[in-house]
């Protein structure tokens, strides 16, 4: 069975700080895709990234990062020089590969606030 | 660009009335289409996809139906709301393998 967990209920930081999202999952297929979603105050889940089971290379977008490690089966997140607009819940998810559908599975999401 | 349209973005409705909740996507052929909520708890459930026009799969049993009578056209429906189907309600488009991308939700008060 597929799972992914956010251990992290809730995390607040003040502005300028560094602060890393945990993520991590199950699942026994080979092949799969996670990705992490950020749903601001208006509830729009907003896609940030997408990364493949193949793909273990970090990737950097501006002042958010990702760190796949496979061997911990991890897909962390971290905002470098967090701002209040940073402020909202976020999701970690994962899909197989394969097949007619690729059904999303989440985790129950981790609220970041940002203080000024 | 493909965009996805979800209405109404508020509603109350009393207990026992019949719930329509409507998403179209645009600008994208043979999508996936998914039926999401989302309770206070923050946790996402997938309530329903569909592959194609009739093909309607429910992931949990519920007072809920999904229907898809075209292409782009995804439809939440209840004959008699209760109380326990309040929620945010999201409906979210794929095309096999893809990230999925999401309406702007309804946020359903049953009273």
């Known amino acids: 069975a597929q799972k992914v967990t956010q251990a992290q209920t809730e995390i607040s930081v003040v502005e300028k700080e560094d602060v890393t999202l945990d993520c991590v999952y199950e699942t026994r297929d080979t092949t799969y895709y996670l990705f992490w979603y950020k749903q601001p105050p208006s509830g729009e889940l907003v896609f940030l990234i997408r990364?493949?089971?193949?793909?273990?290379q970090n990737e950097i977008s501006g002042r958010y990062s990702w760190n796949f490690q496979k061997s911990t089966s991890s897909f962390n997140f971290t905002i470098t020089a967090s701002q209040v607009v940073d402020s909202a819940v976020y999701f970690c998810?994962?899909?197989?590969?394969?097949?007619?559908?690729?059904?999303?599975?989440f985790g129950t999401g981790t609220l970041l606030a940002v203080q000024p | 660009s493909q965009t996805i349209h979800q209405w109404p973005a508020t509603l109350v409705q009393p207990v026992g009335s019949p719930l329509s909740l409507e998403c179209t996507v645009e600008g994208t052929s043979n999508p996936n289409l998914y039926w999401y909520r989302q309770a206070a708890g923050r946790g996402l459930q997938l309530l329903f996809y569909?592959?194609?026009?009739?093909?309607i799969s429910s992931e949990v049993p519920q007072n809920l139906s999904a229907s898809r009578p075209q292409d782009r056209q995804f439809i939440l429906s209840s004959k008699k709301l209760l109380l326990s189907d309040s929620g945010f309600y999201l409906c979210a488009w794929s095309v096999h393998g893809n990230e999925a991308f999401f309406g702007q939700g309804t946020r359903l008060t049953v009273v």
């Open positions: 998810a994962l899909t197989l590969r394969g097949g007619a559908t690729n059904k999303l599975i």
């Open positions: 569909s592959v194609g026009i009739g093909q």
């Open positions: 990364r493949n089971s193949f793909d273990e």
